[in-house]
Each structure stands twice: as structure tokens, then as C-alpha cells.
């Protein structure tokens, strides 16, 4: 069974920077995509960053050049670097395991860790 475990949120004041962690077991997890969501209360759930297996990244325009998404397969972990934060960025943030597509026309599944909160104070 897969699990995904976020820790690293908090309270920081605008301009800030906060490292968040994503701690996966019960996966192989190097050859699965991986993402960070947010959602804010009253708004959807949107994509900020993701990483595929070979270290391609992508981020929302609305974070990009202030985040960085990385990971340690080693440890099975991946990261979210977040500076300049601003209080817009205030939000539950969530870990995504991306599903595999298999040659047979399977796939597996996509898993969601529980969230941790960020808040950006002005």
C-alpha cells in the first residue's frame, strides 16, 4: 500500500521560504511522476510544481522562479523549495504519486498524501 507522508509546513511572514517534504513508502517511487498541489479554503485544488522520473520539471506561472520541486529517490522523497513567498501562496499543500501506464494497457494508481498547511503572514 502506498503512502504519502507531508511534513515541513508552517507559519512564515511574507518574503519567506519554507521546505516542504513528501515521504513515500510502499512504492519503488523512481519511476513515478511526482506533484505538489494546493488548495486554498474556498478554492480548487490546483497544481503548483510536478517532477517526472527523469527530472523534468514544470511549475504554475504563478509560482515559477520562486518554487523548486526535486527529489531524492534514494530516500524516496520529493521536495518542495518555496521563497519569496507571498501570502497568496497560503494554502493546505499536497503530495501527488503520478499513475504508471503499462504496456498491457493497465495502469496503476494515482495517491494523495494527507496535506500540510502553509501560511504566509504579510
Known amino acids: 500500500q502506498v503512502q504519502l507522508v507531508e511534513s515541513g509546513g508552517g507559519l512564515v511572514q511574507a518574503g519567506g521560504s519554507l521546505r516542504l517534504s513528501c515521504a513515500a513508502s510502499?512504492?519503488?517511487?523512481?519511476?513515478?511522476?511526482m506533484g505538489w498541489y494546493r488548495q486554498a479554503p474556498g478554492k480548487q485544488r490546483e497544481l503548483v510544481a510536478v517532477?517526472?522520473?527523469?527530472?523534468?520539471?514544470n511549475y504554475a506561472d504563478s509560482v515559477k522562479g520562486r518554487f523548486t520541486i526535486s527529489r531524492d529517490n534514494a530516500k524516496n522523497t520529493v521536495y518542495l523549495q518555496m521563497n519569496s513567498l507571498k501570502p497568496e501562496d497560503t494554502a493546505v499543500y499536497y503530495c501527488?504519486?503520478?499513475?504508471?501506464?503499462?504496456?498491457?494497457?493497465?495502469?496503476?494508481?494515482?495517491?494523495w498524501g494527507q496535506g500540510t498547511q502553509v501560511t504566509v503572514s504579510s
Open positions: 510502499g512504492s519503488i517511487f523512481s519511476i513515478n511522476a
Open positions: 501527488k504519486l503520478y499513475p504508471l501506464y503499462y504496456e498491457d494497457g493497465t495502469t496503476s494508481g494515482s495517491y
Open positions: 517532477i517526472t522520473s527523469g527530472g523534468n520539471t
